[in-house]
C-alpha cells in the first residue's frame, strides 16, 4: 500500500502543523516535530492526536 503524493502533500501534523512523511513499513504518517506516528487504517489516515503513536527518539 502507498499513500497518494497528492494527499500526502496536503496533510499537515494537526499538533504541529508541519508536513509528514510516510513509513510505509509500519503503514504510518510519521510528524518528526512532533514526534507522533499516525496510523493508517483501510486505507484511511486517523489524523487524530488521540490515536497517534509515540516514537521511540
Given amino acids: 500500500m502507498t499513500v497518494d503524493p497528492a494527499l500526502l502533500a496536503i496533510l499537515v501534523c494537526p499538533l ?22 499516525y496510523p493508517i487504517r483501510d486505507g484511511v489516515p486517523v489524523m487524530l492526536v488521540e490515536e497517534a503513536r509515540k516514537l521511540d527518539r
Avoid: H
Fill in 16 to 37: 504541529t502543523r508541519t508536513a509528514l512523511r510516510y513509513d510505509e513499513a509500519a503503514r504510518e504518517l510519521v510528524s518528526e516535530a512532533a514526534g507522533l506516528a
